[in-house]
């Protein structure tokens, strides 16, 4: 009877534990709300982007072949113009030829790091100078180069570093797919690039002639000494840790994930098809597109895009403003929180604010800002 009593007892203590795990487990509901402001500045606009300081939000933008740099400044819920910003004149005539392809990374609102296809410069502005330039034909050998993934530069004040993607030139083989480092900081002291030893995710499995692969660009934050990249069609995130050099590696898969549908990759073996497998799957199926870490909630957000427009052989059935959109909340320990998902407001990306998440889209002559405010369960 007693031992009988005693395996109740622990049967009983084995359900509790699994319902408690199981609780502990569950996704918690993420409300959201949106809020719009709309900014009338110029057609033809540039580096678009916010950069947030002690004195205040401010959102930047440029138009082409223009010396100046138009600031705003967030003001009661709107951005207000506040500025112009003067780009050093022997900056631009050292890049004449690729005027129209800046983008920026505030270190503050006096120095700025500028980019372009070709060079990386810091610039101050306060005193209207060129302070250095870098080639990217002298940073690495004659075969990478370092990429500006989408204009989204952001100054890593912790390392004083600026942390870039690595692209091999020789995309013929295709073996910076999955055999080579793609992470680097840029250090503007020295001039140098500390490659990181994480290696793309090659991520294959086989049924019979049918595979699904893994997103090539890596999407990437940091928090301080932390990296954290994330793909565009895996759930695999890595983080590296720089100051014990430390490599961890997690398969993340939220409530909507929905696996790539199989695809017959027969010929796949000339490089120009896999490229359109890749672009084919990644567009009309889900689709992981921002990965980035919010200072000040120490959350990160996993941005994604889930049901597709469908299409048969003369186009698409439905619209782009029938995709889903949405993102994943993920603690510190890259634990999810929860999912949000709404339909059809899309944006260029998302920065996390001290007043919640701001995202944009140009039209015309307009930008159209976009703050994304969330609340759930801490």
């Known amino acids: ?43 033809n606009l540039q580096i678009k982007g916010f950069y947030e300081d002690k004195s205040g939000i401010y959102f930047y933008a440029k138009k082409y072949y223009c010396d100046s740099l138009f600031l705003y ?21 050292s890049i004449k030829e690729l005027n ?9 609102l006096d120095s700025v790091i500028a980019y372009t296809p070709q060079t990386i410069a810091l610039l101050d502005l306060k005193n209207n100078a060129l302070l250095k330039l870098f080639h990217h034909s002298d940073l690495l050998n004659d075969t990478c180069l370092l990429l500006n993934r989408g204009g989204k530069l952001k100054w890593n004040p912790e390392r004083k570093t600026l942390p870039m993607m690595i692209i091999c030139n ?27 030893p994480l290696i793309y995710p090659y991520v294959e499995e ?11 660009d890596p999407m990437i934050t940091f928090k301080r000494d932390r990296y954290v990249v994330g793909f565009n069609t895996s759930p695999v ?36 098809n896999y490229i359109n497998f890749i672009i084919e799957g990644s567009t009309y199926q889900f689709y992981f597109e921002q990965l980035v870490y919010d200072e000040y909630k120490d959350v990160y957000y996993r941005f994604f895009a889930k049901d597709m427009p469908k299409k048969n052989k003369d186009g698409l059935l439905n619209t782009l403003k029938d995709k889903y959109y949405g ?48 609340t759930y369960e801490k």
């Open 327 to 374: 993102l994943t909340v993920m603690d510190k320990n890259l634990k999810i929180i929860g999912d949000a998902l709404w339909q059809g407001k899309k944006t260029n990306y998302w920065v996390p604010s001290s007043k919640g998440l701001l995202g944009m889209s140009s039209y015309d002559d307009k930008v159209i800002i976009i703050k994304l405010t969330l």
């Open 237 to 272: 995130i890595f983080t590296y840790t720089a100051n014990n050099n430390k490599i961890d590696s997690f398969f993340i898969v939220n409530s909507n994930y929905k696996p790539l549908d199989e695809v017959d990759t027969t010929g796949l073996s000339n490089p120009s």
């Open 170 to 196: 020789d995309v013929s083989r295709r073996t910076w797919n999955y055999d080579t480092k793609f992470l680097g900081e840029f250090s503007l002291e020295t001039g140098q690039v500390n490659i990181l």
């Open 100 to 108: 129209s392809a800046i983008d920026l990374a505030f270190i503050n």
């Open 73 to 93: 400044q967030e003001q009661n819920g709107h951005f207000e113009f506040h500025s112009f910003l003067n780009l050093p004149k022997s900056y631009l005539d």
């Open 1 to 43: 009877m007693q031992n009988n009593y005693m395996l109740k007892n622990l049967g009983l203590l084995f359900l509790i534990s699994v319902l408690f795990c199981s609780c502990l487990e569950k996704e918690k509901e993420i409300k959201y709300s949106f809020t719009q402001d709309t900014i009338v500045i110029a057609k």
């Open 206 to 216: 086989y049924y019979g002639n049918k595979n699904y692969y893994s997103g090539t």
